[in-house]
C-alpha cells in the first residue's frame, strides 16, 4: 500500500489527485493537503473581474468531490518538509497546519510515500509597495475575491464615467519580474470592450503597461506565429490589437511603488515615472512559499529541496544566456536528492527565464519571469501522476512519463470581449513553450503551424467551451478522463 | 485610434456563420497540437 500527498488543489494538484485515484486502486491512498476549501477555474476569473460570469460559476467545494471519490482532504497549509523523517517519525512527512474553522490552528505531520508539490505560486504582492487589492484603487485577478473586488472598482468607476467622469486605467504587471501577461492582456482586451458595451469607451484612456522588452513577449520572449496566410511576429498582432482598440502601451516597465491613483516605475532605459489612474489591475510577481526543509536530524536543507520554487531535474547551472538550451528544462519534475518528491506546474524552479534578461542602467532587472500556468501545469501533473502509478505497479522506479516545456505545446486562448454575438477571442497556440533554437533556427525556435494566432468570434466560444469542459473534467464528471489536459 | 483591421476583416471576425466553422476548425487543431503528445528533450538531441 502507498500513501501519495499532494500539496495543493489548483489545476496540477487537482489533476494529479483525479489521475491517481482513478488508476490506482482504494487500497492506495491519495490525500490532497491545500489551504484552499473550493476548486477554481482560474481562467475565468477575467469574465469574473469585468461582472460577466459570477464566481460561483467558475469555483465548487472540494470535499464533498473527494469525499464521494475518495480522495483524502485535509484544509491545510504546509509549513515545512521532512523527506528522512525524524527522531520521531521514521517516514518521511510534511508539517502541516490546519486553517479550517473546526481544527484550526491544529498541526499535522502527514506521513508520505510519495509528495507532489503542487502548491503554486505566493502571490508576492508585498514585494512592490503599496500593491495591495482592493486599496490604492488596484486591484487582481488572479483569485476569484480578488476578481469579484476588481469588479466592483470597475464598475463604480464605469457608474461615474456614465456620469461625465474622464478616466484612466492601467493594466499590466506590477512588478519589474512579473509573469501571466497574458492574463493582464485577457483583461485590458475585456475591460475595454467592456466599457464600449456600457457606452463609456470615448471617457478612458486604457494604458498597458508591462515589463515585457516588446508587445506579445507574454514571457516566452515573444513568437514568430502563422496569421491567416501571413506570417508575423506576436509584437506586431498585439500591436494591431491594441491600436485597433485604441490602447496605448508602456513597455520596459518595472513597477516598484503604488500610491492612491499613482503607479511608480523604473524603465529600461533607467528613468523612474509615474503614471495616474483611476483603476488598475496589475499582476504582482510570483515566488514560492519559503518552505523550510530539515534532514532527520533537524539540520536546515531548505537548499536540497528549494530554489525559491522546487528544485526537479533541470540543469541549473549559471551560465550566459547565448548558452542557454532546451535541454535544460526539466522532464520528469522529480527532485534530484529526494526521488520520491515531485513538482508539477508552477511550483518547480524553472532552470532560467524563457524571455531574454534585461536591466536598467540602475541594475534593476526587468523582464518577465518563465510562465508555466495552465496547460502546461495541467499536462506537468499527469505525468507525474503516471510515473508515480507506473512505479507503484511495477515496484521499481518508473520515470518513462516525460514532458519538457521545449517538447510540449500550449494553446492560449485569450478572451478579447465576452458575449456570444459580441465576443472575440485571440486565439494563440505555441509549440514548443520553451523555444528550441537548435530544432527550428529559421523560426524563432518554434515550429510554424503548430504555432499560430486567430482572431475572432470563434475564440470566445473556444474559451468559453473550455471553461465548461474544464469545469466538468474536474467535477469528475462521468469520462472526464477523456478530455485532455 | 488607429484602424488596423480592415472592414471586411472585422466582418469575417464577426460572422457567426463563418466563425462557427472556424470554430471547429480551431478546436480541432488545438486539440492536434495540445493532445499531440510531449516527451523529453535530452535523447534527442544526443
Redesign the interface.
Known sequence: MSKIVILGAGISGHVAASHLRRKLDKTHEVIVVSPNSNYQWIPSNIWVGIGRMKSKEILFPLAPLYKKKGIGFKQAKVTSFYPEGDSETEKPFVVAEYVSAEKKGETERITYDYLINATGPKLNFETTEGLNPGTNKTYSVCTYTHADHANEGLQALIAEMKKGKEAKIVIGTGHAKATCQGAAFEYILNVEQELRRQKVRDKAKITWISNEYKLGDFGMDGMLLSYGSNIMKSHEMV???F????IDWILGAGVNKIEDGLAHYETLTGEYKTIEYDFAMLIPSFSGHGFKAFDKNNNDITDKLFKGFMIVDADYAPKPYEDWT??D?P?TYQNPNYQNIFAPGIAFAPPHSISKPRKSPNGTEIFPAPPRTG?PSG?TAK?VADNIIDSIKNNTESLHH???M??????C?ASAGFGI??G?GV?I?T?PIVP?Y?KYPDTMGRKLG?T?G??????H??KL?LHYAFIYKAKMRPFWYLI?? | MTQRISKFKRFVMMNPIIQFFKFIFLSIKVLLIVAGGHGGTREVHK
Open positions: 500591436e494591431m490589437v491600436e485597433d482598440r485604441n532546451v535541454q528544462w522532464e496547460m499536462i505525468l516525460k514532458g519538457s521545449g517538447n510540449m505545446g500550449a494553446a486562448i454575438t459580441k472575440s486565439s497556440t509549440f528550441d537548435k503548430k499560430f486567430e482572431i475572432g468570434l470563434a475564440g466560444w473556444l467551451m485532455p489536459e
